[in-house]
């Protein structure tokens, strides 16, 4: 996978990623995927002024609501352009918030040894190759005692069974352009074209990486349910929404495999 594809990806689309996954009044797999995010940080009760790193930090959803919280958060992206909106969003609340940004990659984390009381990563790790090194990482820069959130999208979801239309979709322009045409004119917002595909994780393998790098493991779970594969949802948005509100309570059920995401909290232990 090209690192510089995926910059540039997000370096161009930046206004476009943000009221898409993050626009007001939207359920997407992302707002689903941090209120879950949230419901965890909550439980840990951090001590306020905790050091809390958000690796893959995007336009800055998760750096505002850590920072609310009193965490002290650094955020990291290898985008340029996501850094400067994270910094306008920041800026626009009017409060002085202890947040520092950072330009990086994960795999290579500008920070110390034992930096950060809690890391959290979500939908970041799937954009690389592997995982091993940003597992060690994020190891390194954990303190002993100290927690990972990190999420990935679940290789066995159905939702994504269709996933080789949009796949087909983004990476053939002509084929693009004249769909675009037509769906735009039905009121549709374009599809972005992509030349990158985001690995899927088989979540017993990836409970397996994050051993092997030395996390103890202490809870998992799935999140966002939808009715219909992708990308029907398109089509029919408003009952997506309605009824993969309703599935979300699958989460707790002996059927929760069937949701896209997977989100794992794990810990550095102490040193004996």
């Known amino acids: 996978m090209s690192r510089q594809k995926v910059t540039e990806f997000f370096d161009q689309n ?14 997407t797999f992302m707002t689903v995927r941090l209120e879950a995010v949230l419901q965890n940080v909550d439980r840990l009760s951090l001590s306020r002024g905790a050091k809390v790193l958000d690796a893959g930090c995007g336009p800055g959803a998760l750096v505002e609501a850590l920072a609310r919280r009193g965490l002290g958060v650094s955020g990291l992206d290898v985008s340029e352009n996501m850094l400067v909106r994270t910094a306008e969003r920041m800026e626009s609340l009017g409060e002085a918030y202890s947040v520092s940004l950072k330009q990086g990659s994960i795999d ?34 954990l303190r002993p005692g100290g927690f990972l959130l990190i999420s990935v999208t679940n290789a066995w979801s159905p939702v994504n069974s269709l996933d080789f239309i949009v796949e087909f979709l983004k990476r053939r322009h002509t084929f693009l352009r004249c769909f675009n045409h037509i769906w735009t004119r039905l009121g549709k917002e374009p599809v972005l074209p992509r030349s990158f595909r985001v690995r899927r994780h088989r979540p017993s393998r990836f409970r397996k990486s994050l051993r092997q790098a030395g996390f103890e493991v202490l809870a998992a779970e799935f999140f966002h349910f939808m009715p219909w594969p992708r990308p029907l949802d398109k089509f029919f948005p408003k009952a997506t929404t309605r009824l993969g509100d309703k599935l979300e309570q699958l989460c707790k059920t002996n059927i929760a495999f069937l949701g896209e995401g997977y989100l794992v909290l794990c810990t550095k232990q102490k040193s004996k």
Do not use: A, N, W
């Not at 930046?14 to 359920?27: A, F, N, P, T």
């Open 14 to 27: 930046v206004g476009d990623y943000q009221s898409k996954h993050y626009g007001e009044s939207v359920r």
């Open 108 to 141: 290579s984390l500008p920070y110390s040894d034992d930096s950060f009381d809690l890391v959290c990563s979500t939908g970041v790790i799937e954009y690389l190759d592997t995982d091993q090194l940003v597992l060690q990482e994020m190891y390194r820069v």
